[in-house]
């Protein structure tokens, strides 16, 4: 099935320091969202974004939709080690309901 | 609240058997759907619910893969002959159903199905 292009793969970072990951899609989405996974569970909804170019935090989360609505990228601020976990991107089209999601980010913090 | 809970939480079963995955979603959620996770990848849909009725079952692999809704609360997933690439995390979801707006799909934890 389709899956979006996340990167990177995984990162390993110390803590206190910021990151950032992105996603890339060849189809144009109306919505894009942001999940956060942690071994065991399933994926919880962390921000969603809905309009082109809109710019939306949550915390130290920041998250953007990009203006072609062909990508989105996701920044953490000042990292702590409870930030540990597999982060995925997805995105929703028009009249859709179901969500493509990308390969995932694993995020390593080292306290 | 309770939220959505899936059973059992892990199967092992052998090739070429029958298994059923069952799903409660959190009460109240007209909408439910099924994901697929295999190792190292992301959730890949399977079939989506609106009420009773199967609205999207586009991303069912193939007539081994059937599920239901019955009485359009609780779901089960039923997959026949199971292979050994069956094997992977099955992820179900459920949500409100708001027209003309984004209604938010809250997982549950998934059954990890294993087949031997």
């Known amino acids: 099935g389709q899956q979006l292009n996340q990167s990177p793969q995984s990162m390993f970072i110390q803590e206190g320091e910021d990151v950032s990951m992105n996603c890339t899609s060849s189809s144009i989405f109306n919505t894009w969202l942001w999940y956060k996974q942690e071994p065991g569970e399933g994926p919880v909804l962390l921000i969603a974004?809905?309009?082109?170019?809109e710019l939306t935090s949550n915390g130290r989360l920041t998250a953007q939709f990009g203006i072609t609505r062909k990508d989105s990228f996701l920044n953490i601020s000042a990292s702590i080690p409870s930030d540990v976990g597999i982060y995925f991107c997805a995105g929703l089209g028009s009249g859709s309901e179901k969500l493509v999601f990308g390969k995932g980010t694993k995020l390593t913090v080292n306290p | 609240g309770a939220g959505v809970s899936q059973t059992p939480s892990n199967k092992v079963t052998e090739k070429g058997k029958y298994v059923e995955l069952r799903c409660d979603p959190i009460?109240?959620?007209?909408?439910l759907y099924w994901y697929r996770q295999s190792l190292g990848q992301g959730p890949e849909f399977l079939i989506y619910f609106q009420g009773t009725g199967a609205a999207d079952d586009s991303g069912l692999p193939n007539d081994r893969f059937f599920a239901v809704r019955p009485e359009g609360s609780v779901s089960t997933l039923k997959i026949q002959r199971t292979e050994r690439g069956d094997s992977a995390v099955y992820l179900c979801?459920?949500?409100?159903?708001?027209?003309?707006?984004?209604?938010?799909?809250?997982f549950g934890p998934g059954t990890r199905l294993t087949v031997l």
């Open positions: 974004l809905y309009k082109a170019g």
């Open positions: 009460s109240g959620h007209t909408a």
């Open positions: 979801a459920s949500s409100i159903t708001t027209p003309g707006s984004y209604n938010e799909q809250f």
